[in-house]
């Protein structure tokens, strides 16, 4: 594994789009999906829904989820995807401004028909797979302007997720370089890491880029075979895309009880995992039997850890990542291999190793 020096700050120059954060992670289903429950069982309460198009709003602290139902944009995006993560939107400055900037540097603006209509006036232009990346320079003001309370909420107690720490996307073969001069040339995204990783069978390579504002990561990943979980995603969810999302929790242990029973299915570790990974990680000062009772990972170094956790695959090919940061912003890199074996021991039981 070869890493790039952590970068923490960036000039204003370097913040091409003057990004502030994302505001909102739009997703897309059909109703029977049942993506309600899925949002309520991480402990997103349904709070509002759009004025005048089927979008509804799942919140949680900070975090901003909109379930999109609606066809326009988002129904012809889930004609072609199936369940997804269609759209997100970036909160910026200047929303007019950002667009234009985006624009002269090469992104695509996102030019809808009568029939392909986003539900949000908002400028936007297209992002990984075609999805579209908007820009929301006051998201409070466009969340009173859009949505109005629901009439049928679903309150649920939140788990303690308080902000998205990255979001990570898949792409083709080939295209990890050119993904990560869109992300890197267009809004200023810094390359943090750089990570070769071998499970048994297959390997992917990866790029961890973080936003200008430094406020979250788009880690890129690109398989080396066939028969890669990168590769499998790209098949099943018809091309590129978002992976998994990590949800940020101050405290995960305490999440993942809440969690217990709500039938989230988490991917399983080595057997072995535990002989050796609080010697590795010396500073754990969660209850060591706690963190092996949820299956939690654990990475870092002398300076500080992290605490990880990934879900089964839950809307079509994305999972969800919860993670705990105590002084240490990578990635999990030391987990990459046993996670790596889990997810092939998952393709071999489904007979595609
Ligand atoms: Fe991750």
Avoid at 69 to 77: I, K, N, S, T
Avoid at 125 to 135: A, C, E, H, K, Q
Avoid at 287 to 293: E, G, N
Avoid at 306 to 331: C, M, S, V, W, Y
Wanted: a negative charge; hydrophobic letters at 35%; one cysteine or more.
């Amino acid at each position: 594994m070869d890493h790039l020096p952590p970068q923490t700050t960036n000039p204003d120059s370097a913040n091409p789009t003057k990004m502030k954060g994302i505001a909102f992670l739009e997703f897309s289903a059909e109703p029977e999906f049942g993506m309600e429950s899925i949002f309520t069982n991480f402990g997103f309460s349904k709070t509002s829904k759009h004025r005048s198009h089927k979008v509804e709003a799942f919140q949680q602290n900070s975090i901003l989820f909109l379930l999109n139902q609606d066809r326009g944009f988002a129904g012809q995006f889930r004609d072609a995807h199936g369940p997804s993560a269609s759209g997100m939107g970036f909160w910026v400055e200047d929303a007019k401004f950002a667009h234009q900037e985006a624009v002269k540097r090469g992104a695509r603006p996102f030019d809808p028909t009568e029939t392909t209509k986003a539900a949000y006036d908002l400028p936007a232009v297209y992002g990984i797979g075609d999805s579209l990346i908007y820009f929301v320079d006051d998201p409070k003001a466009f969340f009173e302007k859009e949505f109005a309370p629901h009439d049928a909420p679903i309150e649920v107690e939140q788990k303690g997720f308080e902000f998205i720490d990255h979001l990570t996307n898949n792409v083709h073969k080939g295209t990890l370089g050119q993904w990560s001069d869109f992300y890197t040339e267009i809004f200023g995204f810094t390359k943090v890491r750089y990570f070769d990783i071998r499970g048994d069978e297959t390997g992917l390579f990866s790029y961890a880029l973080r936003s200008a504002d430094g406020s979250f990561c788009i880690p890129i990943n690109e398989g080396t075979e066939e028969k890669s979980q990168i590769e499998e995603y790209l098949r099943e969810y018809k091309g590129p895309g978002i992976q998994h999302i990590a949800l940020s929790s101050s405290n995960l242990l305490s999440s993942l009880d809440q969690m217990e029973g709500t039938g989230v299915e988490f991917l399983d570790i080595d057997d072995e995992y535990y002989a050796s990974v609080f010697n590795r990680v010396p500073n754990v000062s969660e209850d060591h039997a706690h963190i092996r009772r949820h299956n939690v990972l654990v990475d870092g170094d002398e300076h500080g850890y992290l605490l990880q956790i990934f879900t089964k695959n839950i809307i079509g090919p994305i999972f969800f990542e919860l993670i705990q940061r105590r002084g240490h912003d990578a990635f999990g890199e030391g987990n990459f291999g046993a996670l790596f074996r889990s997810i092939e021991r998952d393709q071999r039981r489904r007979g595609v190793l």
